[in-house]
């Protein structure tokens, strides 16, 4: 490859980083702490390109300079191999195309949620007194899997996510991520009470409610029932997985 196509393409490669880094997209891959580490990686790779490119433009002026005529061209250079141009490809992608975020069919993959094993009773926080406790979905799972002490029960809880369908059953669910998208694991809770016929695959509601008790089991996959008074539609929040 030559130094020309290296020095283009990383400049094209970090400036995507960058794109992605200001523009928020990269919440879609990765979790939010990282885009400090986004932003520097996509600098350096520009800032390197730029000093390579200023540094051959220079060589060439002082080969040109002791020469002292223009050096011939050579059309063997020009009918190199086009291979290496389609590196371009992935990174015009993350220019051209936007990609959604992880959804439904990630979460009918797997039947069983993700919680946190083993948590005792004490280790949770007690609840605000509110009359309605917003929660992610990710505590209310690991709280009905885990929680004996009833802490729920008979309290109207607030949980924001998108509609889930399989086997004719509704779940609300989110994408729980360690670093980045390719470690993404499913927390979902089982809808009833209401009719959601109107409900797409995707879209985000927030719905609330209260826990079925006892519904989180581990013949249930550690799946609770909600059972819903009220579903809104939200648009989809920025960041749509839950750390």
Wanted: net charge negative; aromatic share 6%; with cysteine.
């Amino acid at each position: 490859m030559r130094r020309e196509t290296q020095n283009i393409l990383l400049v094209l490669l970090g400036g995507a980083l960058l794109k992605l880094a200001f523009s928020g997209t990269y919440l879609r891959y990765v979790k939010e702490s990282l885009q400090p580490w986004l932003v520097v990686t996509g600098a350096v790779m520009v800032v390197l390109a730029l000093v390579a490119i200023v540094r051959d433009v220079r060589a060439g002026q002082r080969q040109e300079e002791e020469q002292g005529h223009e050096p011939a061209h050579d059309d063997h250079e020009h009918g190199s191999s086009r291979s290496p141009w389609m590196l371009l490809l992935p990174v015009l992608a993350v220019f051209l195309i936007s990609p959604p975020a992880l959804g439904a069919d990630v979460v009918n993959r797997s039947d069983r949620n993700t919680v946190q094993e083993g948590q005792a009773s004490s280790g949770f926080a007690p609840l605000p007194p509110d009359e309605v406790v917003p929660l992610t979905i990710g505590e209310f799972v690991t709280r009905t899997a885990w929680d004996d002490s009833g802490s729920l029960d008979d309290r109207t809880v607030r949980l924001t996510g998108f509609v889930v369908r399989k086997d004719g059953d509704v779940f609300v669910a989110r994408l729980t991520i360690s670093c980045c998208a390719a470690d993404a694991s499913p927390v979902k809770a089982k809808l009833v009470g209401r009719d959601f016929a109107a409900l797409a695959d995707d879209q985000w509601v927030e719905v609330t409610g209260r826990v079925v008790p006892g519904s989180a089991t581990k013949e249930t996959k550690w799946v609770p029932t909600f059972s819903v008074s009220q579903v809104v539609p939200v648009p989809q929040p920025e960041d749509t997985y839950e750390g």
